[in-house]
């Protein structure tokens, strides 16, 4: 897969173009299909590359905090900022990875799927509470985990983020929901609510190697999406359910095991087609 080439900015140095934030959502309005498992494990495979890495958990559940072994903090979640009390930058919390922070979450964020639809602008409120920490200019990457569905919080990532990462198990149900949100984002950029998002890449999961199934998946994906699907397939194995029960990453789990082979894989894939560093 060929690395896209950065193009020099006539209104502005080369180097301020490297060096701007770039926001991905990792979504898939389908539950247990790896998408916080992705979202922390990859955030560490960015860190472990020192690009630094911000994780944002806005998903009411909280699992991608608990996952990297971060307690949940009343007050200390994006709900506050939300509703227009505080700011995100003071709600990161750093974690036990070097290069990697987090925004945690709360059951609190569960009111904010009700109340954004009551404010104006509902769908733009994350793109303005995130916009300090772009402008920080402190972090690469800014990772989203949202909710296991397409309501306000996954929404307003969505509208917020520069790239669509999507979570894709390796069975043929999960590919029911694939289409939806891929028309989910062109109607956001159609209604100009961000005419910039494209989709990243869809990561497999889940893959088990034993089976033809997975492997016709795999491949049903790619022929619809030839230019979007990862090389890097996320193998369905003990270990990479076992490392949240003890608040750890893959990579502090258990370094050498598949599922550190492949999010480590991941993380340099993302890198290179976007530029990272």
């Not at 193009?7 to 701007?20: C, E, F, L, S, T």
């Not at 979202?39 to 608990?66: F, G, Y």
């Not at 639809?117 to 920490?133: D, F, G, H, K, W």
Request: overall charge neutral; proline content about 5%.
């Amino acid at each position: 897969m060929s690395k896209p080439r950065l193009r020099r900015p006539q209104n502005r140095p080369y180097w301020a173009k490297v060096m701007a934030t770039t926001v991905f959502t990792i979504a898939n309005q389908k539950g247990g299909v790896g998408k916080t498992t992705t979202a922390v494990n990859l955030a560490a495979a960015l860190a472990e590359q020192k690009i630094h890495t911000l994780l944002i958990d806005l998903d009411p559940q909280a699992n991608a905090t608990s996952a990297i072994g971060v307690e949940k903090q009343e007050g200390r979640s994006l709900y506050g900022p939300l509703r227009g009390e505080g700011s995100a930058l003071e709600m990161i919390t750093p974690t036990s990875v070097e290069h990697l922070a987090l925004i945690p979450a709360e059951e609190d964020l569960a009111a904010a799927e009700i109340e954004l639809a009551q404010t104006e602008n509902y769908l733009m409120r994350l793109r303005s509470v995130i916009e300090p920490l772009r402008a920080s200019n402190g972090y690469r990457a800014i990772l989203i985990d949202c909710p296991p569905a397409l309501g306000m919080l996954s929404m307003n990532s969505l509208a917020a983020a520069d790239f669509l990462l999507i979570t894709l198990q390796c069975e043929y149900m999960a590919l029911e929901g694939l289409g939806q949100i891929l028309r989910n984002v062109d109607r956001l950029k159609s209604a100009n609510i961000n005419p910039s998002l494209e989709l990243g890449g869809v990561v497999m999961t889940m893959f088990d190697v034993r089976t033809n199934l997975s492997r016709q998946v795999v491949d049903e994906v790619r022929s619809h999406l030839p230019d979007k699907v990862f090389e890097s397939v996320i193998p369905r194995t003990v270990r990479l359910s076992e490392a949240p029960s003890f608040g750890q990453t893959i990579f502090d789990y258990d370094k050498l095991s598949p599922g550190a082979t492949a999010y480590r894989n991941l993380g340099k894939e993302i890198i290179g087609r976007f530029g990272l560093k």
